[in-house]
């Protein structure tokens, strides 16, 4: 998919299961400046050179920045010799590397974005106002009009609703607006030369290349985000191998077209793999009763719906969810914001995208695209999300007194929730495992 997109089908960097996560939709590229004058400084040249003497042309030195950039490009150059032996021996074809890397230059813009990580992040609720807003929803029932047809034939094959489809299609590129215009051959391979995870980006450049070995595109069709995913609903390469189809039936995988029927079809067998239930719901808004025992809101913890509504815990309606299956009570923002039964759908989305807040984006987006209610409770708007800084030293001061995080990476996962919920139990707070701005000013 910070949010930045999280492991999964498409995402290639991860936020972890995050309360208050955050999934960035990589905005459509923009075009480096060509570099060429504007016209009035070009009639002030010409009519310059035209009142003097010809002469010879002054010699500009190469800046230091220009100089380090044709060495780093040279020493990529060098790379990619090296690579394409290493591509050849795993079986790609000379004829497919030449011209997959032909124009291929390194990229200094796409190694600042990678290593740009974001101090700020938004709350979940901020993440679903934008997910699931006005606009978003009405485009996506526009496109389930248009797409109809199609979408219910997928359904029928893979037993993946069309909404959901649909919604997974609306946060990764706007309904196929925001695609992402970056050579994924030169993204990847700037990647993977830069070291910092070469050897997944290298095995991502693998396997586009066979991809472009079997056909199913070209070379510099091939484009995507500046990470690597691509096309309607941003797949990364090796999930395009394993789990991308071909449902129109004309020879090829094409997830890049104008058409979104193949992208949309592979989006529902990537969910129907991974064991979507076909009629479950990923989650239903429920009430918690006075009293609950927050330490029952764990992902570890699952009862059937019926179980749940003898302790009290009932839908918004007031009535007990349906018994779809075993489903676990989730906080995302904890016990002063809404509250969800998720079921084992939601985790089917998580391979998609591991964030919390991504899943809950797309299962919303879809019962809403199905004219389905808002979220009914009210969040904690007064809160703000930890910065990266804060979260790390609230794991930080979490483990310094004992509630080990096993790691401080300003990641807010599952193991940081446990030693949340523990220090909240020690302390005789609520147990609702949130990681809250008040939390760490108790931590301090």
Same mark, same amino acid.
């Given at each position: 998919m910070r949010i930045i997109k999280c492991a999964g089908v498409l995402a290639l960097a991860c936020a972890g299961g995050v309360q208050a996560g955050v999934v960035t939709m990589s905005?459509?590229?923009?075009?480096?400046? %060509?570099?060429?004058? #504007?016209?009035?400084? !070009?009639?002030?040249?010409?009519? *310059?050179? /035209?009142?003097? =003497?010809? /002469? @010879?042309?002054?010699?500009?030195?190469?800046?230091?920045?220009?100089?380090?950039?044709?060495?780093?490009?040279?020493?990529?150059?060098?790379?990619? +010799?090296?690579?394409? &032996? +290493?591509a050849a021996v795993q079986g790609i074809d000379r004829r497919v590397l030449d011209q997959a890397f032909d124009g291929v230059t390194y990229d200094a813009d796409i190694i600042r974005r990678d290593r740009n990580q974001s101090e700020f992040t938004k709350t979940i609720?901020?993440?679903?106002? /934008?997910?699931? *807003?006005?606009? @978003?929803? %009405?485009? $996506?029932?526009?496109a389930l009009a248009t797409h109809r047809a199609t979408l219910e034939a997928i359904e029928a094959r893979y037993g993946v609703e069309k909404e959901v489809v649909v919604a997974v299609w609306g946060l990764e590129s706007a309904y196929g607006t925001y695609r992402g215009k970056t050579d994924i051959i030169g993204a990847l391979s700037t990647l993977a030369?830069?070291?910092? +995870?070469? #050897?997944f980006f290298e095995e991502q450049l693998v396997a586009a290349l066979k991809i472009l070995q079997n056909g199913d595109t070209t070379p510099r069709n091939m484009t995507g985000s500046?990470?690597?995913?691509?096309?309607?609903?941003?797949?990364?390469?090796?999930?395009?191998?394993?789990?991308?189809?071909?449902?129109? $039936? &004309?020879?090829?995988?094409?997830?890049?077209?104008?058409?979104?029927?193949?992208? !949309?079809a592979s989006t529902a067998a990537y969910l129907a793999k991974f064991g979507w239930i076909s009629g479950q719901p990923w989650g239903v808004e429920v009430r918690l009763p006075d009293g609950f025992d927050y330490r029952l809101a764990d992902r570890k913890i699952g009862k059937m719906p019926s179980d749940w509504a003898r302790l009290g815990v009932v839908g918004v309606d007031g +009535?007990?969810?349906? &018994?779809?299956?075993? #489903?676990?009570? !989730?906080? =995302?923002?904890?016990?002063?914001?809404?509250?969800?039964?998720?079921?084992?759908?939601? #985790?089917?989305?998580?391979?998609?995208n591991a964030a919390d807040a991504y899943v809950i984006g797309v299962g919303h987006l879809s019962d809403r695209i199905k004219s389905g209610p808002a979220i009914q409770a009210k969040w904690p708007r007064e809160d703000r999300a930890l910065t990266l800084s804060e979260r790390k030293e609230m794991q930080e001061r979490l483990t310094a007194r004992g509630f080990d995080t096993q790691g401080v990476d300003g990641r807010i996962g599952p193991l940081t929730i446990s030693a949340v919920r523990s220090f909240q139990v020690a302390s005789g707070m609520t147990p609702d495992g949130y990681a809250s701005l008040n939390l760490l000013k108790r931590l301090r």
């Open positions: 905005p459509r590229p923009t075009a480096r400046p %060509a570099g060429e004058m #504007a016209a009035t400084q !070009l009639a002030a040249v010409e009519l *310059s050179t /035209s009142l003097r =003497p010809a /002469s @010879r042309p002054a010699i500009q030195q190469p800046t230091e920045t220009a100089l380090q950039t044709a060495e780093e490009n040279q020493r990529f150059q060098n790379w990619v +010799r090296a690579f394409k &032996d +290493r609720w901020e993440y679903l106002d /934008s997910a699931a *807003s006005d606009t @978003r929803i %009405a485009n $996506g029932q526009a030369f830069d070291g910092r +995870r070469g #050897a500046w990470a690597g995913a691509m096309g309607h609903t941003q797949f990364i390469p090796t999930s395009y191998l394993d789990y991308a189809v071909d449902f129109t $039936g &004309d020879g090829k995988r094409d997830i890049w077209s104008d058409d979104p029927t193949d992208a !949309l +009535r007990a969810v349906r &018994d779809f299956g075993t #489903a676990s009570i !989730l906080l =995302p923002a904890g016990g002063n914001g809404a509250a969800f039964m998720i079921f084992k759908n939601f #985790a089917v989305i998580e391979r998609y």
